[in-house]
T-cell receptor, first 113, second 107 residues
Framework: DTGVSQDPRHKITKRGQNVTFRCDPI?????LYWYRQTLGQGPEFLTY????????KSRLLSDRFSAERPKGSFSTLEIQRTEQGDSAMYLC???????????FGPGTRLTVT | SQQGEEDPQALSIQEGENATMNCSYK?????LQWYRQNSGRGLVHLIL?????REKHSGRLRVTLDTSKKSSSLLITASRAADTASYFC???????FGEGTQLTVNP
């Protein structure tokens, strides 16, 4: 257990539905990252926050994806109008400023049917 | 698309043997990190090596970095069945990973 938690751990949804995932980072970490990982691949960066500010978004993050970190603590990742191609493991990680080491949560596995 | 590559993609060894996996990257880096991922779980940080370092040790792990060749290697000595996992190298403040090396250690 790294201290980063994600909820839910598994989500099955029908195509077209909206889903929201939550990440609780290590409390003293001000940086929070979201990654997506498909089977057999390494994680791909989606977006990251420093405190409540979203500083970078990947081109992978289409308009259907939105992430927030309203008070600089937990973060949510919402996917609207899910597609089968969204099926993946969504990983959250956190780090403290000045430290490159990232602590990953267990991930949320999304299956879109 | 992934910007790094781990090699080999899969490695199967017997317990007690050493495992070596390699990583190549394409951009200039400040540091490079290695992570382990057990099946269906999140990644766990193993070791970080800075661009001005050539070798670093941590327990049974030995990492080398050759910035002229843009490559790194991870050596796990005296492997155990519990080392069975996927291993990824990553670099950058928002990590860029390759496809990983799937290591299987047979008891």
């Amino acid at each position: 257990d790294t201290g980063v938690s994600q909820d839910p751990r598994h989500k099955i949804t029908k195509r077209g539905q909206n889903v929201t995932f939550r990440c609780d980072p290590i409390s003293e970490h001000n940086r929070l990252y979201w990654y997506r990982q498909t089977l057999g691949q390494g994680p791909e960066f989606l977006t990251y926050f420093q405190n409540e500010a979203q500083l970078e978004k990947s081109r992978l993050l289409s308009d259907r994806f939105s992430a927030e970190r309203p008070k600089g603590s937990f973060s949510t990742l919402e996917i609207q109008r899910t597609e089968q191609g969204d099926s993946a493991m969504y990983l959250c990680a956190s780090s403290s400023q000045g430290n490159y080491e990232q602590y990953f949560g267990p991930g949320t596995r999304l299956t879109v049917t | 698309s992934q910007q790094g590559e781990e090699d080999p993609q899969a490695l199967s060894i017997q317990e007690g043997e050493n495992a070596t996996m390699n990583c190549s990257y394409k951009t200039s880096i400040n540091n490079l990190q290695w992570y382990r991922q057990n099946s269906g779980r999140g990644l766990v940080h193993l070791i970080l090596i800075r661009s001005n370092e050539r070798e670093k040790h941590s327990g049974r792990l030995r990492v080398t970095l050759d910035t002229s060749k843009k490559s790194s290697s991870l050596l796990i000595t005296a492997s155990r069945a519990a080392d069975t996992a996927s291993y990824f190298c990553g670099h950058g403040s928002r990590l860029t990973f390759g496809e990983g090396t799937q290591l299987t250690v047979n008891p």
